[in-house]
């Protein structure tokens, strides 16, 4: 069976400061892991990675993977409050849609300002 | 642009009173996803269609029914409620492919009493 570990479940920061969130898996025939972020309602899209090694950015947020060490990273530079969610990590299974979609139980990060 | 409307937000129910989530897409998406979101866990996928007429077993659908007559709609029936059933349920659309991101619903949150 597939499995998502995130850690920390959860972590108080103040703005300004930098984070890493973690992802760990194991999934049989890998084909990508994907980051999304929860705020109140709908969790939306924020990365997809299938290579090992390439960053992926977007403003302050970026994500890498390893697939040799099976991880990936969620970077947030200069947090500011307006990043205070919950940040899903989700992996697919070559082979395989989302109906295989395995995601981990969530960071919940806090920004204080 | 709509994206993925989903209702109501928010109910209660009863032990053994029955409702109907509604989801619809305007995005002219085949896939559709029903998940639940419980505390502490990653979101489950409880039902899923790959096309209007054509629908799947997700990880949990016990209790639960689901149609797809047309592109745009895919509601969710819970039969019986039970307090098992209490959750946030997300609707979500993901392309033409079974691969594609998802674009989720901002959730209906469930309470069964």
């Known amino acids: 069976e597939d499995k998502v570990v995130q850690s920390p479940l959860s972590l108080v920061v103040h703005e300004g400061d930098t984070v890493t969130l973690n992802c760990s898996y194991e999934?049989?025939?890998?084909?990508?892991l994907l980051w999304y972020k929860q705020e109140k309602k709908a969790p939306t899209f924020l990365f997809m990675l299938?290579?090992?090694?390439i960053e992926k950015k977007s403003g302050r947020l970026s994500s890498i993977l390893d697939k040799k060490e099976l991880f990936s990273i969620l970077n947030i530079t200069a947090t500011q409050t307006g990043d205070s969610a919950i940040y899903l990590c989700?992996?697919?299974?070559?082979?395989?849609?989302?109906?295989?979609?395995?995601f981990g139980t969530g960071t919940r990060l806090t920004i204080i300002p | 642009n709509a994206g993925v409307t989903q209702t109501p937000k928010f109910r209660i129910l009863k032990i053994g009173q029955s409702m109907t989530l509604q989801c619809a897409q305007d995005?002219?998406?085949?896939?559709m996803y029903w998940y639940r979101q419980d505390p502490g866990m990653g979101l489950k996928l409880i039902y899923y269609?790959?096309?209007?007429?054509?629908?799947d077993k997700g990880e949990v659908p016990n209790g639960y029914n689901v149609s797809r007559s047309t592109t745009e709609d895919f509601p969710l029936r819970l039969e019986l409620a039970a307090p098992s059933q209490t959750s946030v349920y997300f609707c979500?659309?993901?392309?033409?492919?079974?691969?594609?991101?998802?674009?989720f619903g901002a959730g209906s949150r469930l309470t069964v009493l």
């Open positions: 979500a659309s993901g392309g033409t492919t079974g691969a594609n991101v998802l674009t």
């Open positions: 999934v049989t025939n890998f084909r990508s």
């Open positions: 299938t290579s090992s090694g």
């Open positions: 989700a992996v697919v299974p070559r082979g395989f849609g989302n109906e295989k979609l395995t």
């Open positions: 995005m002219n998406h085949n896939y």
């Open positions: 269609s790959v096309g209007a007429g054509i629908t």
